[in-house]
């Protein structure tokens, strides 16, 4: 399809996880008209709705959470057409859960932290814990979310959860 799609948005690109944090407005663009004079026409649609003939530009608003699809279709003169669709992702919550369990070895030597979150609409990318505030945090990408810890060496942890958005919780 050679209608463009142009514009900015905040942020430029989605998260690390493919998901946009927050509500996303494109703007759509035809191109001129071919140097030989003859004519495509474009449409587009979004989620399956009815096709709408892209004359020279248009704003295309995405107002809810969750999947979306651009579809662009181009016809030329002799009918021939071309098709794309495009996906976006949207998650405009935190994570939805972050709880931490603990238990510790018999003898007391190394604790064990169980780390249970969830986020209900983009899913996670990755749960983690670092043992002080200026230390990196050691991420996990899958579950089960468990670390242990020496008893003696670290006096508290911290855990948190990002969503595939970005949004973190601590």
């Not at 959470?65 to 003169?77: K, N, P, W, Y």
């Not at 603990?102 to 064990?112: F, H, L, N, V």
């Amino acid at each position: 399809v050679k209608a463009c799609i142009s514009g900015t948005q905040e942020p430029a690109s989605p998260a690390p996880g493919g998901w946009y944090d927050r509500l996303l407005t494109l703007e759509l663009t035809a191109p001129k008209a071919q140097a030989d004079g003859s004519a495509e026409r474009y449409f587009y649609s979004l989620d399956g709705a009815g096709e709408t003939e892209l004359l020279s530009s248009a704003r295309v608003s995405l107002y809810s959470e969750g999947a979306h699809v651009l579809a662009l279709r181009s016809q030329d003169a002799a009918g021939n057409e071309q098709t794309q669709e495009i996906a976006f992702h949207v998650d405009l919550r935190e994570v939805d859960r972050l709880d931490v369990s603990a238990t510790q070895e018999s003898d007391g030597t190394y604790a064990y932290l169980t780390i249970a979150a969830q986020d209900m609409t983009s899913g996670l990318y990755a749960v983690g814990y670092r043992t002080s505030d200026t230390a990196p945090w050691t991420d996990q990408k899958t579950s089960p979310y468990a670390i242990r810890v020496p008893v003696d060496q670290v006096r508290s942890v911290q855990v948190h959860a990002v969503d595939n958005a970005g949004h973190e919780k601590i």
